[in-house]
Nanobody, 124 residues
Framework: QVQLVESGGGLVQAGGSLRLSCAASGRTFSSYAMGWFRQAPGKEREFVAM????????RYADSVKGRFTISRDNAKNTVYLQMNSLKPEDTAVYYC?????????????????WGQGTQVTVSS
């Protein structure tokens, strides 16, 4: 069982930056591949970024590539999402998710555990 708690969301102007954190409970965090997803009002949850269990493999949605960076610190049981050059279309609730496997996935249904989400609002 893994519990995930996101933090770091907020209101920022276009062009600004935010760093999201996702803290995991338990001693087996390094057993899980992790992903970040987001959901805007009236839209489906969409893939943002993912990272393998060791942190050696990452992948991004085309819409955030070059602007967002996913990383993890297994000693701190935490995964991060550094978001730079934010745009109004990045506005959404951001969720982290854990998948009990080496490699992550860009498909939400493949994840075993989800956080409660953190709101990110980018003003123009």
């Amino acid at each position: 069982q893994v519990q995930l708690v996101e933090s770091g969301g907020g209101l920022v102007q276009a062009g600004g930056s935010l760093r999201l954190s996702c803290a995991a409970s338990g001693r087996t965090f390094s057993s899980y591949a992790m992903g970040w997803f987001r959901q805007a009002p009236g839209k489906e949850r969409e893939f943002v970024a993912m990272i393998s269990r060791s942190g050696g493999s990452t992948r991004y949605a085309d819409s955030v590539k070059g602007r967002f960076t996913i990383s993890r610190d297994n000693a701190k049981n935490t995964v991060y999402l550094q978001m730079n050059s934010l745009k109004p279309e990045d506005t959404a609730v951001y969720y982290c998710a854990a998948k009990q496997d080496y490699y992550a996935s860009n498909i939400p249904v493949n994840y075993n555990y989800w956080g409660q989400g953190t709101q990110v609002t980018v003003s123009s």
